[in-house]
């Protein structure tokens, strides 16, 4: 059968009726499935617990979005179990039976985008237009990793036969069962990505979500089972981070971790991993992607309203809870002033509320936790720059911060070195634009970034000593494209495991060389 080739899925255009309608729809159908209990799912079978988490609408935190069984380590070990067992005849699939599994999964995801995305709004809080790009960044996910790995199962003449003397080989194979540990952030794409990556190539997981999304979760975990996916190749394990987490990490059957979360965490995934247990005969494989503190640097000549849209559209948009969030606009000193005026012009104007009306384009944060955070951020903004605009907040309905700005800050301060993760924007003065491309590079993270210039000479310079895993010039930082630009950063950012990217399948397999004599 022939592949077509990888063509990313098309955003909504809320700009139609229709559109609009179908996405109210899709709300309402699921606020009136609200409520529910959910169990784990191990080998196929569900699996209630007495523990329970109880998940809610960070809009409205009053609204129970479902109760979700949490496995205990009996439970950890029964799916460690199940995947062990499955790799044995999974492992051994026809890569393109693995691979249509993929694309199956992504047309059902198709059908009903507007039902993931409308749960998205309500239980990460995502606004209508942030929601519908993260399920079709999803099901980029599943298109694309289905196209590559029928790529790589396709290698059969990348190494030379010696004609008379022997035929050799080089192909890969699965690793074994790894741990998938997913981010609130990105509920769906990042989730369904990091799963479908590991599973397409043959190995089996032990899927442990992030704590505020696993209805999202369990929701995906059943529409693979729906696409065929035999029981025990996924297995749905939420927990809390301190024992399922350290469970599936240090167990010494554990093959591999990928991991998207904050940079402590990935920090202590590292080196538990490292660590060799009793019994275990490899060394575990970390896949890591561990959040940033990215800089739009703004040169001087360029059009300042152009600047300042870019910087807030990526400053701001989901709250400021994206890895690639711009945290940190560094500006030349001839268009300072020009540009922090249509900041804060531009900041004031967006509509901040509960996102599942259509007119909010930024809704609440996360959860009680990330509310104090970044509250305390903000008072460290006051005492070492200037309130620009925002500053307020509210938790009475949900947990809502304003867009907020600080400016003049000195580069070396809390504010520009610290990952806040939230609507907080910090804007610091340079004289130069050499001088600004040392400041973009004087913290511990490297994932994405942006220039602004019109000088085709920094721009060369910048894409050369800009250290980051993804830049931008005279663009946004944030919304990277599956395909087109593969995710993931240098340093404290993570292991430069590009998302998305011609190489990140290999990273769940390893090669084996055959040679035969003739």
């Given at each position: 059968?022939?592949?077509y080739?990888?063509?990313?899925?098309?955003?909504?255009?809320?700009?139609?009726?229709?559109?609009?309608?179908?996405?109210?729809?899709?709300?309402?159908?699921?606020?009136a499935?609200?409520?529910?209990?959910?169990?784990?799912?191990?080998?196929?079978?569900?699996?209630?617990?007495?523990?329970?988490?109880?998940?809610?609408?960070?809009?409205?935190?009053?609204?129970?979005?479902?109760?979700?069984?949490?496995a205990?380590?009996?439970?950890?070990?029964?799916?460690?179990?199940?995947?062990?067992?499955?790799?044995?005849?999974?492992?051994?699939?026809?890569?393109?039976?693995?691979?249509?599994?993929?694309?199956?999964?992504?047309?059902?995801?198709?059908r009903?985008?507007?039902?993931?995305?409308?749960?998205?709004?309500?239980?990460?809080?995502?606004?209508?237009?942030?929601?519908?790009?993260?399920?079709?960044?999803?099901?980029?996910?599943l298109?694309?990793?289905?196209?590559?790995?029928?790529?790589?199962?396709?290698?059969?003449?990348?190494?030379?036969?010696r004609?008379?003397?022997?035929?050799?080989e080089?192909?890969?194979?699965?690793?074994?069962?790894?741990?998938?540990?997913?981010?609130?952030?990105?509920?769906?794409?990042?989730?369904?990505?990091?799963?479908?990556?590991?599973?397409?190539?043959?190995?089996?997981?032990?899927?442990?979500?992030?704590?505020?999304?696993?209805?999202?979760a369990?929701?995906?975990?059943?529409?693979?089972?729906?696409?065929?996916?035999?029981?025990?190749?996924?297995?749905?394990?939420?927990?809390?981070?301190?024992?399922?987490?350290?469970?599936?990490?240090?167990?010494?059957k554990?093959?591999?971790?990928?991991?998207?979360?904050?940079?402590?965490?990935?920090?202590?995934?590292?080196?538990?991993?490292?660590?060799?247990q009793?019994?275990?005969?490899?060394?575990?494989?970390?896949?890591?992607?561990?959040?940033?503190?990215?800089?739009?640097?703004?040169?001087?000549?360029?059009?300042?309203?152009?600047?300042?849209d870019?910087i807030?559209?990526?400053?701001?948009?989901?709250s400021?809870?994206?890895?690639?969030?711009?945290?940190?606009?560094?500006?030349?000193?001839?268009?300072?002033?020009?540009?922090?005026?249509?900041?804060?012009?531009?900041?004031?104007?967006?509509?901040?509320?509960?996102?599942?009306?259509?007119?909010?384009?930024?809704?609440?944060?996360?959860?009680?936790?990330?509310?104090?955070?970044?509250?305390?951020?903000?008072?460290?903004?006051?005492?070492?720059?200037?309130?620009?605009?925002?500053?307020?907040?509210?938790?009475?309905?949900?947990?809502?911060?304003?867009?907020?700005?600080?400016?003049?800050?000195?580069?070396?301060?809390?504010?520009?070195?610290?990952?806040?993760?939230?609507?907080?924007l910090?804007?610091?003065?340079v004289?130069?634009?050499?001088?600004?491309?040392d400041?973009?590079?004087?913290?511990q993270?490297?994932l994405?970034?942006?220039?602004?210039?019109?000088?085709?000479?920094?721009?060369?310079?910048?894409?050369?000593?800009?250290h980051?895993?993804?830049?931008?010039?005279?663009?946004?930082?944030?919304?990277?494209?599956?395909?087109?630009?593969?995710?993931?950063?240098f340093?404290?950012?993570?292991?430069?495991?590009?998302?998305?990217?011609p190489?990140?399948?290999?990273?769940?397999?390893?090669?084996?060389?055959?040679?035969?004599?003739l």
């Amino acid at each position: 059968m022939a592949i077509y080739p990888y063509v990313t899925e098309p955003l909504t255009d809320f700009g139609l009726e229709h559109n609009r309608k179908l996405y109210t729809e899709a709300l309402n159908k699921v606020e009136a499935s609200l409520g529910k209990d959910y169990p784990l799912i191990i080998n196929g079978k569900l699996i209630f617990t007495d523990k329970m988490y109880t998940s809610v609408n960070p809009a409205k935190k009053d609204q129970i979005v479902g109760r979700i069984s949490q496995a205990g380590l009996d439970e950890a070990n029964l799916a460690m179990n199940s995947a062990l067992e499955a790799f044995k005849t999974w492992k051994k699939v026809n890569p393109k039976i693995r691979s249509d599994v993929l694309f199956k999964a992504a047309n059902i995801l198709r059908r009903r985008k507007f039902e993931f995305s409308a749960l998205m709004t309500i239980e990460a809080g995502k606004p209508w237009a942030e929601a519908d790009a993260d399920t079709a960044e999803a099901i980029d996910f599943l298109e694309y990793y289905g196209r590559q790995m029928l790529s790589l199962s396709r290698i059969d003449d990348v190494v030379l036969s010696r004609p008379n003397l022997e035929r050799n080989e080089y192909f890969y194979i699965p690793l074994g069962v790894g741990a998938i540990i997913t981010p609130w952030n990105f509920p769906l794409a990042i989730l369904t990505g990091m799963t479908s990556a590991a599973i397409v190539c043959g190995n089996t997981v032990l899927l442990k979500p992030a704590m505020t999304t696993q209805v999202i979760a369990y929701k995906f975990v059943e529409l693979l089972q729906e696409a065929g996916l035999p029981n025990g190749v996924v297995n749905f394990m939420p927990g809390r981070g301190s024992e399922i987490g350290d469970y599936v990490v240090k167990h010494p059957k554990t093959r591999f971790v990928s991991f998207t979360g904050s940079k402590e965490v990935g920090q202590a995934i590292y080196e538990n991993a490292a660590k060799v247990q009793p019994g275990q005969i490899w060394l575990k494989r970390v896949i890591a992607e561990m959040g940033g503190k990215d800089a739009i640097l703004v040169d001087d000549g360029i059009d300042p309203f152009m600047a300042a849209d870019a910087i807030v559209k990526s400053a701001f948009g989901f709250s400021g809870q994206k890895c690639s969030a711009c945290s940190r606009a560094i500006i030349h000193e001839n268009v300072y002033d020009d540009v922090i005026k249509y900041i804060k012009e531009l900041t004031e104007k967006i509509s901040m509320g509960d996102p599942r009306s259509f007119i909010n384009n930024m809704g609440p944060v996360n959860d009680h936790l990330a509310y104090r955070s970044i509250l305390g951020y903000i008072e460290i903004g006051k005492q070492e720059g200037k309130l620009l605009v925002g500053g307020n907040a509210h938790d009475e309905t949900g947990w809502f911060i304003e867009p907020t700005v600080f400016t003049d800050l000195d580069p070396s301060s809390r504010m520009m070195q610290e990952e806040i993760f939230g609507p907080v924007l910090s804007v610091t003065k340079v004289t130069s634009f050499e001088e600004g491309l040392d400041v973009v590079n004087n913290t511990q993270f490297g994932l994405t970034g942006a220039i602004i210039s019109n000088d085709r000479f920094h721009l060369e310079k910048a894409r050369e000593d800009f250290h980051v895993g993804n830049l931008y010039l005279n663009r946004k930082c944030t919304g990277a494209i599956v395909g087109y630009q593969p995710f993931g950063g240098f340093n404290m950012s993570g292991t430069d495991s590009k998302a998305g990217g011609p190489d990140y399948l290999v990273l769940h397999m390893q090669g084996k060389s055959v040679s035969e004599a003739l």
